[in-house]
């Protein structure tokens, strides 16, 4: 079965530093990979997604990630991040051919202003 | 439209209650799942539809049972609940059976059991 670690289980960090949250994987075939976003109160976002193509892939939010198919890790970064940053992380994995979701267990993140 | 709607937004209930989730999606998506969500914890698969079949039960307990009357719409019938079944209750659809399977969630149901 496919597994998706995310170590850094709760990062505080001052506005305007840089921020990467990492996330690995374990499955050898072609994957599918991307980082939702759960504001406080709010409902889960897609930040970002990879599917095939340039492994650095760019979001929203100013949010990009680089798919690292050697390490299996699909780590999540922004040069500098705001007050709003503020929110769990979630990594999660699909194969491409399956339905199923795998997701890591988030990363709880708190700027402070 | 791009959303996945889902009612009630808070749900409280009895444990002799039966009460039923709903969700609604019109972007043509053929896969639904339901997810429970504790706090602070990643999503938990509970169940997948694929054009309009169950196709994963990930070994929920009976007193959830879930329904696809059609291809928009998925119900989460609950009844006889616990406490511990209090959560947040997302659901999600996908474009099934293609290797770009994006998930969109809704905002889910908070669902207390007292």
């Known amino acids: 079965a496919q597994s998706v670690s995310q170590h850094n289980h709760h990062v505080i960090l001052s506005e305007a530093a840089s921020l990467e949250l990492g996330c690995n994987y374990s499955?050898?075939?072609?994957?599918?990979l991307f980082w939702y976003v759960q504001y406080p109160g709010q409902h889960l976002q897609l930040l970002l997604k990879?599917?095939?193509?340039?492994?650095l892939v760019k979001g929203i939010k100013g949010f990009e990630a680089e798919f690292i198919k050697s390490k299996f890790s699909f780590n999540l970064r922004k040069p500098s991040v705001q007050w709003s940053d503020t929110a769990e992380y979630f990594c999660a994995v699909n194969s491409n051919t399956g339905n199923q979701f795998y997701f890591g267990t988030g990363t709880s993140l708190t700027v402070i202003p | 439209d791009t959303e996945v709607t889902q009612t009630p937004k808070h749900l409280v209930m009895g444990m002799t209650n039966k009460k039923s989730l709903k969700c609604e999606q019109h972007m043509g998506h053929r896969a639904m799942y339901w997810y429970k969500q504790k706090a602070k914890k990643p999503p938990e698969l509970m169940f997948v539809y694929s054009y309009e079949k169950l196709s994963i039960n990930e070994s929920v307990p009976s007193r959830f049972s879930p329904e696809c009357p059609n291809s928009s719409l998925l119900n989460l019938h609950l009844h006889a609940l616990q406490p511990e079944d209090s959560a947040l209750y997302l659901c999600a659809s996908s474009q099934a059976g293609t290797a770009l399977d994006e998930q969109f969630f809704g905002p889910g149901t908070r669902l207390t059991v007292l």
């Open positions: 990879y599917f095939s193509g340039d492994p």
């Open positions: 499955y050898g075939g072609t994957v599918n």
